[in-house]
Nanobody, 123 residues
């Protein structure tokens, strides 16, 4: 069983930055691919970024060059550094874990989910 807790969300002006964190419980964190997804009001949840259990990273096209995902296995934590934020990045951001995953874009691949953290970007 893995429990995930996101933090770091908030209100920021367009062009600003935020860093989201996702802390995981459990002793096998390094064996999990981790993903970030987001859901804007009235929209489907969508893939944002992922890091495989071997360290490869993947991004949605709209965030490439602005967002950076990283993992610290010693701290059982993944991060999402978000720069040059836009109003369309406003959403609830969720982290998810997939055992020995490659960093899938499909949310059905993930075994565990956090509760989410709100990110609001004002124009």
């Amino acid at each position: 069983q893995v429990q995930l807790v996101e933090s770091g969300g908030g209100l920021v002006q367009a062009g600003g930055s935020l860093r989201l964190s996702c802390a995981a419980s459990g002793r096998t964190f390094s064996s999990y691919a981790m993903g970030w997804f987001r859901q804007a009001p009235g929209k489907e949840r969508e893939f944002v970024a992922a890091v495989s259990w071997t360290g490869g990273t993947y991004y949605q096209d709209s965030v490439k060059g602005r967002f950076t995902m990283s993992r610290d296995n010693a701290k059982n934590t993944v991060y999402l550094q978000m720069n040059s934020l836009k109003p369309e990045d406003t959403a609830v951001y969720y982290c998810a874990a997939e055992f020995r995953g490659r960093g899938a874009v499909e949310e059905t691949k993930y075994d565990y989910w956090g509760q989410g953290t709100q990110v609001t970007v004002s124009s």
